[in-house]
């Protein structure tokens, strides 16, 4: 038999369930909208924030070497070089020392030699041949410290 009932109470669930499909859909995209704004943002802010460290760190390399710099030409004047290498090595003992107040001389002579022995064959390769050292004579010049293991 012809139900109307029926074919109504079908044809309502099938609107609600569009509609419901419907709004769901609508949600879920402003959702993933919402989600790609957020991920750009942040993408462009970690770039910017990249790009501006790398900036940073470019510019304290420039500005040590610089002062590397000016400290080898001001210690290359015979006379207020001797006096300028003390201080500077004064200096870097001091700085040093309130890093370290159990530390010796010793000790600080140690860490010095430790992370030089890192560039010193970087820096004698560098040099002219004629002008560079013999290992045996740069080594002579490391003070004994005991291996730390």
Known sequence: MFNPFKIIR???????????????????????VNLSVQVTT???????TAVKHRKQIAKAVTKAKAKARVRR????????????AIAFETQDYNDWQAKH?????????????????????????????MARPSPDTVLAWMPECEASG
Not at 10 to 32: D, N, P, Q
Not at 42 to 48: F, G, P, S, Y
């Open 10 to 32: 079908r044809t309502v669930f099938l609107i609600w369930l569009c509609v419901g499909l419907g709004f769901s859909a609508a949600t879920l995209a402003a959702w993933a």
């Open 42 to 48: 942040m993408t462009a802010t970690a770039a910017a």
């Open 73 to 84: 030409v001001l210690v290359a004047v015979p006379a207020v070089g001797t006096a300028l």
């Open 101 to 129: 107040p159990e530390g010796s001389v010793s000790d600080y002579s140690c860490e010095v030699a430790e992370l030089s022995a890192e560039v010193v064959d970087e820096v004698l390769q560098e040099l002219p041949e």
